[in-house]
């Protein structure tokens, strides 16, 4: 009941996607992973917030792949009425001259007994709008700049007037990355000094105020990851709701730069890990970018038998993850077959859906993101003839899985040329590709296997929040010194490092990931004796698990951005 949430002033968590359960494809990754992690512990500590993003009533996108190792785009629509309420309210917002109306849907997320939250869901799919309009929030980053633009403006300024026709009392906005940062126009809108009192050359709105409810995560370090959009667009879209002129001073120059604008605009702003912030500060000068690294959130990620486990073992664990640092008491041979129970289900799904058999004695290897030039998806392939060595010395099997961004021709490539390694390996090592990647697939992978494999190229991982699901599994990751990595690897006791921490170091990271597994990690596995393996399943948990949390995230936007 909405009614139920309004007598609290809340914040008001802006994401273009949030990933709230996996038959709901209103996420594409990791961002909208991480907005629902967000809100599962806002749940779970009973916070006051409200989210608030598109319905994409077609979702992201269904991923199949054909023989040649081609990805295959079909949609994904979901049925908003069998999960969500339909909200009352309506509203509208400017564009292109015309109004658009906007209604909504209330989805509310369940925690632990008691724990809720409301999740607003934006939606122009209404018999007042033209045919156009009404596909405005059909699709997650689908369609040209003008509907991305379109799709912002609903998610921003409809976002903000929504809230209010609810009856919501907003105490902060939080911006989850750029894309919700029109936001703060209406809110300078909503905060303008009546004409007569402005100083020429002053600016008309009451600026620090609206400074002080606004909070923004950014979650890309390079310049060319920032949604941008030329004026000549903005002024044909948005001309008579905010001054262009005006605009420039708080978005850019050139071009209306969406974190500009949310970087001018918050007084709290934050990267999502320490390095990420430092390489913000670097992007962006002059601003103060302070650093909250992401966490995920227990029961979401944590597998039914380890479940068990620390309930019998860390009660409280999950409200508490904090418990977890004391999992070095949990006997081995429990642990091990809760990892067994894990690992036979993952076995069991890949021969389902990849008709492919995996053995449960021997490691799995498992790699499972955005499929993307960066994230370097193939650096474990770079040389075969050296992998089926490796493999014949000390075997292993490797599960991979993941979706390339429709018009990311890139990943697109790096999907066939994995598919023609799968082939090439055929016989030698098994490789399994396993089709729309998703969070249900995500839960069964980052439990089942036995090395969580990681290898971005420096400094583009801003974060990563996979291996932090694998930790809270027992499963230790092997990665690139990026992001998380950075904070979470103790070497050989949490996990492994491949190659240095160092920027410049980039070069040699298929050599040094070579080399890490076969004189360290696949050695440990296979001829050192299981207690030692365990052992550094146990580090995962206690050291990296116990902190990459979600529940730790929240107490500290809580203390730092939200009480300030
Ligand atoms: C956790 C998750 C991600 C993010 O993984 P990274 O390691 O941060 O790239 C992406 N997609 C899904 C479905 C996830 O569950």
């Known amino acids: ?41 806002a749940a779970d500590l009973e916070l006051p917030m409200v989210a608030v993003s598109l319905v994409s009533r077609r979702g992201y996108f269904r991923q199949t792949i054909d023989a040649q190792g081609r990805q295959v785009e079909q949609p994904d629509p979901w049925e908003p009425a069998r999960f969500a309420t339909p909200l009352e309210a309506k509203i509208t917002v400017p564009c292109e001259g015309r109004r658009i109306w906007v209604g909504g849907w209330l989805y509310e997320l369940q925690a ?100 002080e ?61 320490r390095r990420h912030a430092e390489t913000s500060r670097r992007l962006f000068p ?14 979401a990620w944590t597998s039914p038998g380890f479940v068990r486990l620390y309930d019998q073992h860390l009660a409280g664990w999950c409200h508490e993850p904090e418990l977890l640092a004391r999992a070095d008491r949990v006997p081995d041979d429990a642990l091990w077959a809760a990892h067994a129970e894990a690992k036979g289900e993952l076995i069991a799904s890949v021969k389902e859906r990849a008709g492919v058999a ?32 490796i493999a014949a010395r000390l075997p292993f099997q490797v599960v991979l899985a993941g979706k390339a961004h429709p018009r990311d021709e890139g990943g697109k490539r790096l999907i066939e040329a ?36 990681n290898t971005p190229l420096r400094p583009l991982e801003a974060s990563g929040t996979s291996g932090m699901k694998a930790a809270f599994n027992g499963v230790p990751s092997l990665s690139v010194l990026d992001g998380w990595w950075i904070e979470g690897c103790i070497e050989g006791v949490t ?6 921490a160092e920027v410049s170091g980039n070069g040699d990271d298929a050599a040094a990931l070579y080399r890490k597994l076969e004189d360290v990690v696949l050695p440990l596995y296979c001829r050192a004796p299981r207690r030692e ?16 949390n979600s529940h730790r995230m929240m107490r500290r936007y809580v203390t730092e951005a939200y009480i300030r």
């Not at 002059?286 to 029961?299: D, E, L, Q």
């Not at 004695?361 to 030039?373: E, H, K, Q, Y």
């Open 1 to 41: 009941m909405l009614e139920d949430f309004l007598p609290q002033p809340r914040i008001a968590y802006f994401s273009m996607e949030i990933g709230l359960q996996a038959e709901i494809p209103t996420y594409s990754g990791g961002l909208g992973v991480l907005a629902g992690d967000t809100l599962r512990t």
């Open 112 to 211: 632990h007994p008691g724990g809720r939250q409301p999740v607003v869901l934006l939606d122009t799919d209404l018999d007042e709008n033209g045919a156009a309009d009404r596909e405005i929030t059909h699709h997650l980053y689908g369609g040209d700049d003008a509907y991305r633009l379109k799709q912002e403006i609903v998610l921003g300024i409809g976002g903000v007037r929504m809230l209010q026709a609810l009856g919501f009392e907003v105490s902060h906005y939080h911006m989850n990355e750029g894309h919700s940062a029109l936001l703060t126009l209406e809110l300078l809108r909503r905060n303008a000094y009546a004409p007569e009192d402005v100083r020429p050359g002053e600016q008309p709105y009451d600026v620090p105020r609206v400074r």
């Open 213 to 273: 409810v606004c909070n923004f995560t950014t979650h890309t370090p390079v310049e060319a990851g920032h949604d941008k959009f030329s004026y000549d667009l903005v002024a044909r879209v948005l001309g008579g709701y905010f001054d262009v002129a005006a605009l420039k001073t708080f978005a850019g120059e050139d071009q209306l730069n969406m974190t500009r604008l949310a970087l001018n605009l918050s007084d709290y702003v934050n990267g999502v890990a």
């Open 286 to 299: 002059g601003y103060r970018v302070r650093a909250i690294t992401n966490g995920v959130h227990p029961m």
């Open 358 to 389: 995996l053995r449960p004695d021997v490691p799995i290897l498992g790699f499972a993101r955005r499929m993307t030039g960066y994230k370097r998806p193939d650096l474990l392939f770079s040389d075969l003839q050296r992998l089926k060595a």
């Open 418 to 453: 994995l598919h023609a390694h799968v082939r090439e390996l055929h016989g030698s090592i098994a490789v399994a590709y396993l089709q729309n990647y998703d969070m249900a697939l995500a839960r069964t992978l980052v439990a089942g296997v036995d090395v969580w494999l």
């Open 495 to 500: 996990g492994w490092a491949v190659g240095e």
């Open 533 to 548: 393996w365990i052992a550094v399943m146990k580090g995962a948990i206690c050291k990296n698990a116990s902190f990459f």
